[in-house]
């Protein structure tokens, strides 16, 4: 019977990407509201300012991590295209530098070269790419894949104070946008770190301590300097 087992590793890309994503896109957006309402701004103006909030965090999200993951993946791209040539014009050196590889990692010098004799065979690059570089097809820099990531799931995360604030009509909207916004965030930091394999109270923490500064710290500024009808 086969053996199955479950890793996370190629989650890294998407799942780095959506977590930023929706962590940013909730404490950003409800840090906002809670400024601004805790100013005395009439919800009209809570709410444009939450909205170009979410627009322009979105879009700088989507741009950031399309520009960062990119120079990965350009870095990528040259170290294949190096290998390739190497392969070309010098494999002998290139098999005894793969063998060489395998002897650090504990094979005997005639099993480490007869290892790399049958993964040269196979596909030399792959092997190359994989045993010198570190280079795995599962986390791959993919440069749109993490931006709409990012983007979709800020979008997620700032959706949430938004509907609050536009259908909230009790009073006290900061403390309130205040609550849910940290409820949410320790039950996303406690999903993100279950999906990671890391503790689930430590994920929830993690995120509640930052969340709540931001969110005291925007209340306070809107308490100091606002003004009725801004």
């Not at 909730?26 to 509201?33: G, K, P, W, Y």
């Not at 909030?53 to 979105?58: E, F, K, S, W, Y």
């Not at 749109?144 to 604030?165: E, K, T, Y």
């Not at 306070?220 to 009808?229: A, D, H, N, P, R």
Request: one cysteine or more; a neutral charge; charged letters at 15%.
């Amino acid at each position: 019977m086969r053996h199955a087992e479950r890793h996370r590793s190629h989650r890294i890309g998407w799942l780095r990407a959506a977590v930023l994503g929706a962590n940013d896109g909730l404490i950003s957006t409800s840090s906002l509201i809670v400024g601004v309402a805790a100013a005395d701004a009439p919800i009209r103006s809570v709410l444009l300012a939450g909205l170009a909030g979410l627009v322009a965090g979105a879009l700088s999200m989507a741009a950031g991590e399309y520009v960062s993951v990119s120079s990965q993946s350009d870095t990528e791209r040259a170290d294949t295209e190096k290998e390739r040539n190497e392969l070309k014009s010098q494999p002998a050196a290139e098999l005894q530098e793969l063998a060489g590889i395998y002897e650090q990692r504990g094979l005997s010098p005639s099993l480490a070269l007869e290892v790399a004799r049958e993964l040269t065979a196979l596909d030399p690059l792959s092997a190359h790419l994989r045993d010198e570089l570190g280079i795995f097809e599962s986390t791959r820099a993919r440069p749109l894949l993490a931006a709409l990531a990012s983007a979709g799931s800020f979008c997620v995360g700032a959706a949430a104070p938004m509907a609050v604030a536009a259908f909230w009509a009790a009073g006290n909207l900061p403390l309130v946008i205040a609550a849910t916004s940290l409820v949410l965030l320790a039950v996303l930091g406690g999903i993100s770190a279950r999906l990671g394999g890391a503790a689930i109270a430590r994920g929830a923490l993690r995120v509640l301590a930052w969340g709540a500064l931001a969110m005291a710290m925007t209340a306070g500024i809107g308490k100091l300097f606002g003004t009725v009808g801004i």
